[in-house]
């Protein structure tokens, strides 16, 4: 067996402690004689994963008593959808725009409301966070929506916007659980667990109580109210059990790590070592502004198109794979999730040394 360093930004690199772990429970987990693949979710056996994860989970990020931990499907481009359905009471919300994921959500919100785009940075390819200090807010905006962190752009707010009292609402699919948050600063956080805690297919949305209701827009389906999930505890339906069960490893992997604190630290080594190379190198270089960076995905480029695809081609002979840019970006990103080893970091800044030696 040989596992590669793996930089995609998602599907992304678990834990090997989580899916050797995994592998051992496959055919029979705790003794049930069979795969948590196989089980009901209406089980003992499940019944004890998904509170566990739950219960660990809040632990991790401190969720206060007044949030509701929902464990739903259908990726976090379902959320773009359902915020607005559960959310827009007055039509009316604000929209930060930072990238392809926020313009999609704002693209989406337009469908059942006015939603406003009260700051962007696409002047500059989305290379930086607008100041979102002092943003016309429409009065009746029933919540400000940001993309924490920018995936594509590799851009993170390092500061919550001044929502003037409004609700937040955060879309944190690519930091999740990588550094500590405040729950109580935001109305909804939520994300796809593909990009830093689990497999693809659930996603977990963190809602304050008093934001689930049964006044939807008309004609929200059945599945897309929170306050469905909410009450059945997301056992409504038959949920992602597979996933939940291998996200509940992770929450215990990080829990063992020392928690979100100690993720932080790492992460900003971690970062530190691929950032400091960056800003020294002849042919390397960083595409976002310094002080808005984000510490899981880094994007750079050598400014020649041909070199950067011998560059991607030679790296992933060398076994660091999925270094490509996104195709809208083009050039390199590295994504150093979590569970991105310090060592896979250290290697790929030593093999883009001996490249830029070759290359120069
Ligand atoms: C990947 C990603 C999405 C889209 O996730 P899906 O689960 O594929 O819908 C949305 N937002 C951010 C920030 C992402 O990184």
């Not at 987990?29 to 739950?54: C, L, N, P, Q, W």
């Not at 959808?81 to 009471?89: D, G, R, S, V, W």
């Not at 919100?109 to 500059?124: L, N, P, W």
């Not at 310094?290 to 560059?311: C, H, Q, W, Y």
Request: with cysteine; aromatic share 10%.
């Amino acid at each position: 067996m040989s596992r590669v360093y793996n930089f995609s930004a998602g599907p992304a690199v678990l834990p090997e402690e989580v899916l050797k772990e995994a592998a051992a429970e496959m055919l029979d987990y705790k003794g049930t004689g069979m795969s948590v693949m196989e089980m009901s979710h209406r089980s003992k056996a499940f019944d004890e994963i998904i509170k566990t994860a739950e219960a660990d989970l809040r632990e991790i990020m401190n969720i206060p008593d007044n949030y509701k931990v929902l464990f739903l499907q259908g990726g976090a481009s379902q959320q773009f959808a359902m915020i607005p359905m559960n959310l827009m009471k007055n039509k009316k919300a604000a929209y930060i725009i930072t990238g392809q994921w926020a313009k999609k959500a704002y693209q989406e919100a337009k469908m059942y409301g006015d939603a406003v785009e009260v700051a962007s940075s696409a002047d500059k390819t989305f290379s930086y966070i607008p100041d979102c200090s002092d943003l016309d807010i429409p009065e009746d905006a029933d919540y400000v929506y940001i993309c924490e962190n920018n995936t594509i752009y590799g851009t993170k707010f390092k500061e919550l916007p001044n929502t003037k009292g409004h609700t937040l609402v955060a879309d944190i699919s690519s930091c999740f659980l990588s550094e500590p948050v405040d729950v109580s600063k935001y109305g909804v956080i939520y994300g796809g667990v593909q990009k830093n805690v689990g497999p693809a297919g659930v996603v977990i949305a963190i809602v304050r109580e008093d934001l689930i209701t049964e006044d939807t827009l008309p004609g929200t389906p059945t599945m897309l109210k929170y306050k469905t999930h909410a009450d059945a505890e997301s056992l409504y339906n038959t949920p992602p059990c597979y996933g939940i069960y291998i996200c509940g490893k992770v929450f215990k992997w990080i829990k063992n790590m020392g928690g979100l604190e100690s993720m932080k630290e790492l992460n900003e080594k971690k970062a530190k070592i691929l950032y400091d190379f960056l800003d020294q190198s002849q042919l390397f270089s960083g595409t976002v502004v310094a002080k808005d960076r984000s510490l899981m995905n880094v994007p750079f480029i050598t400014g020649n198109d041909e070199v950067d695809a011998k560059f991607i081609k030679e790296a992933k002979a060398a076994g660091f794979e999925n270094l490509k840019g996104h195709r809208s970006v083009g050039g390199m990103r590295a994504s150093i999730y979590n569970a991105m080893p310090m060592e896979g970091v250290e290697k790929l800044v030593d093999f883009m040394k001996k490249f830029e030696e070759e290359n120069k």
